[in-house]
């Protein structure tokens, strides 16, 4: 079993900085693809960044340029630092994991607020 345990949500105003992180943990091996999805009230989940066991990224266009995903391998560990957040940023963040062998897992989400 793997768990992902995401951190660093809240509320913050627009323009402002919040820095996600994301611990795996668990029967991990082989990871391929680790990053984050959100969604908002009312849709669909969507990619927002992730990062391949290489280090090559991955964004969504609206997040490009201000949000960058980072990970630290020795502790399992995947980062979204988002900067110059807008109120469409506001989402339930969700930290995902891939391995070589297709199976995906989910972190339980953390609730980032951009609002004046």
């Known amino acids: 079993q793997v768990q992902l345990v995401e951190s660093g949500g809240g509320l913050v105003q627009p323009g402002g900085s919040l820095r996600l992180s994301c611990a795996a943990s668990g029967n991990i091996f082989s990871i391929n693809v680790m990053g984050w999805y959100r969604q908002a009230p009312g849709k669909q989940r969507e990619l927002a960044a992730v990062?391949?066991?290489?280090?090559?990224?991955n964004y969504a266009d609206s997040v490009k340029g201000r949000f960058t995903i980072s990970k630290d391998n020795a502790k399992n560990t995947v980062y979204l630092q988002m900067n110059s957040l807008k109120p469409e940023d506001t989402a339930v963040y969700y930290c995902?994991?891939?391995?070589?062998?297709?199976?995906?897992?989910w972190g339980k989400g953390t609730l980032v607020t951009v609002s004046s």
């Open positions: 995902n994991l891939r391995n070589r062998y297709g199976m995906s897992y």
């Open positions: 990062i391949s066991s290489g280090g090559t990224t």
